[in-house]
């Protein structure tokens, strides 16, 4: 993900709002990130996204960013999802740093000094919000949360608590480049880490959602999981996939081999020459062990392709506020 200007961040730090069905939310939003813009002493920016909204939140920003030049927008023509709302406020972004904040008004503004403060004294390069006190549905968010927050954890070996919370601020240089899709967003600071990114985090104020409702639960959970093994494999193998699936595919020869051995020992040993299910499942294996490696072998073919032909973008620009096309258009 790049920034609108190749001449350098035009601002210190920018923060990035993604929005989808808002309306109730958006005039205090404003009114606190504008109460957070006074109170500190970087040059700032917001960007908002509306994710294609249907409740009028669009009409609502328009009008309350009215006399504020450093309220910016964008509107996609449809739901895109969130993830593709961040990546889209990071390529319209000006700033050297990148803040992310729900629009819900349960991520508070304040917190965003104290995430700041360990980057502007270099002893990190990403510092994420941790929501240790959170104020949500038991079933419908904290347990879908914990669950997620554990195996992506495990899974990525990044020690952070809440790898779920938006609130969160990266160096503009550990985004660039990365093109995000899916659920993908809340896997940023693994992409960082890669990167060699210093991972800190901080604890933050979780209020409760006072209006609109909430669109998380159960139903994200297997699209977390697919996307969570798509990082794995770019973060430990995106130079090389064949590896990956050279391994499924040793795994699953081993396998067949020692099915190969079995069947052997019958009929060479105990000479039981008769068909056996083991003999197809021998065959199996194999078959897989060398599907697995010829997949891994496309996969190779297709990074290498990747990596010279440019990507394009998963979401279709409507609507801009205080920006102009070429801002919006490719980020170039």
Known sequence: MRGVDDSGPSVELSVIVPVRDEVDNIAALVSELEAFRAAQPLSMEVVIVDDGSRDGSWQRLREASCGKPWLRGLRF??????TAAMAAGTHASRGRYL????????????????LLEPILADEADVVCGWRRDRHDSV????????IANFVIRKSLHLRIHDVGCTLKVFRREYLEGVNILGEMHRFLPAYA??????????????????????????????????????????????????????????????????????????????????????????????ITSLLCLMSGLLAELNVRILYQVGVTRPYDIRDTIGMDAADSADGN
Request: proline residues 5%; aromatic residues 12%.
């Open 139 to 146: 079933w419908r968010r904290t347990i879908p949360s914990v």
């Open 99 to 114: 803040a992310f904040l729900d629009a819900d008004l349960q991520n508070d503004p304040n917190d965003l000094p104290r």
């Open 77 to 82: 023509r449809t739901g895109c999802g969130q």
């Open 193 to 286: 880490q890669a990167q060699g990114a210093r991972i800190t985090e901080v604890v933050v104020n979780h209020r409760p959602r006072l209006r609109g409702t909430s669109k998380y639960g159960f139903s994200r959970i297997g699209k977390v999981l697919v996307d969570l093994l798509t990082v794995v494999m770019l973060s430990s193998y995106s130079s090389s996939p064949a590896y990956l699936f050279g391994k499924i595919a040793a795994f699953f020869f081993a396998l067949g081999t020692v099915a190969f051995g079995v069947v052997a020992y019958r009929a060479f040993f105990l000479g039981h020459v008769e068909s056996t299910p083991l003999i197809f499942i021998m065959l199996l294996l194999y």
